[in-house]
């Protein structure tokens, strides 16, 4: 390992831009971050001004080199985690974007999914992509732009136009426009790549309306791609080594490089998401296929689910219910409440994410009593995010020949103990939370030191767990609290269409 450099991460996430400065021996550094705004309309809608990441993306950098300006110096390469599913569109000539960033949780391409004509070609799209059709994905976010944004047209006509997620947007912004690609886990959760070929399908892209020539070049993970200096912070340019979506990035920082290791990121939302080797595998309904990253033109495949509120539900407690002040009082809360009390919070606040696939359903808060207070509603809501990851598991345990051992977590809410014992107590499995919360962003920037020769592999091996939780409850109550969850979910589905 090369002694006095550093590797640089960017996190692109729902929320907020980081960047992570880690030493030659992966240690973290240093860290900065800044949030962005949530636009969200009347109809539900949720969008990110690309503009405004840009510069957050530019600020954050700053942050660390304003904070030690010899750092300018000694960066060495760059990798990016970005939030996935999210996608834009922008001319290519300028950069300029055309419209708002769609972001992943809006259900806006619902109607179009829906339509009995493409809802015909639900089988073919999950054999061509691994994925359930639904309007998660970007594909029937990019209809919804071609459809109700006529500046696509017209740049499309022109050859001036880019539509890619934020990878490729961060990528051609940082390269001023020389560079425009994206990499196979980003790509393989558009809904329009050929899962087995990497490569964008015709098929698919005619159906969702896509121009094709907009679409970015699919590159390796790790492959270079271009170079930047950060707007003239650094003072030579750097390659930009790694790219990979933010759960994937996640798995691959956690060292989960073998089949049957599995990781859950508890963010807004989770992925909960299992490496099954160099093949794709077949699956049941509510799990998909995605690749987790091709490095050096072999590809690793994944099992994933993904829950649209996670940790975001917290979020949702304090912001929108204003029943909490700070994240870090729910645990309190959670604990106090009543043991008898069994409300179900179903956190569906713009659909629900897989196992069940449903964009129309909306949340609801089931089995109110009059032991039911903010206690207890606290509670139910953090419940919900373990009750989803374990549906999850529960699936991927049924689809895979591999026994799950154990599961590696990451995210904020990792720091919230009820929550990991809960979840410990329901998936019956040990928890192992790392002393890096930031594992997106450590695995891009691992990925790409690694690619330039500044860390060995081995440094996927070593051990930065910190904590680990032990399943504790008894089997027959916790089986009746699932039995009781999935009654609430089924009860929301059946009223909430």
Known sequence: MTKDVYVLGIDQSTQGTKALLFDAQGKLVDKATLP?????????????????IAANVIGVVKALIDRDPKRSE?????????????????????????YNAIVWQCARGAEFVSRPEVKSKADIIRQITGLELSEYFSAAKITWLVDNVPALKECADKKDLCIGNMDSFLI??????KKFATEPSNASRTQLMDLKKICWSEELCSLFKVPLDALPEIKDSDSEFGLTDFNGLLKHQIPIHAAIGDSQGALFGHGCSKPGQVKTTYGTGSSIMMNIGSAVSSCEKGIVNSVGWRRRGSTTYVLEGNINYSAGIISYLKDDMQLISDPKETEELARAANPNDRCYFVPALSGLGAPYFNGNVRGSILGISRLTGKNEIVRAALDSIAYQVNDIITLIRRSSDVEV??????????????????????????LKVPAVAELSGMGAAFMAAIAQGIYSENILSEDRFENSYIPKADKNEIDAKVEGWHKAINSTIGYGI
């Not at 569109?89 to 950069?95: D, N, P």
């Not at 154990?406 to 329901?426: E, H, I, P, R, W």
Request: overall charge negative; some cysteine.
């Open 405 to 430: 051992t154990q599961l590696c977590v990451d995210g904020g809410a990792t720091s919230n103990k009820y929550l990991m014992q809960f979840q410990a107590d329901l998936l019956r499995l040990p």
């Open 172 to 177: 051609s912004f940082l390269t001023h426009g």
């Open 36 to 52: 962005h705004r949530q636009i969200i309309n009347e109809l539900g809608y949720v969008e990110h001004d690309l503009n405004e």
């Open 74 to 98: 000694k960066i060495a390469t760059v990798g990016l985690s970005v939030q996935r599913e999210t996608v834009g569109a922008w001319r290519k000539s300028t950069l300029e974007p055309l």
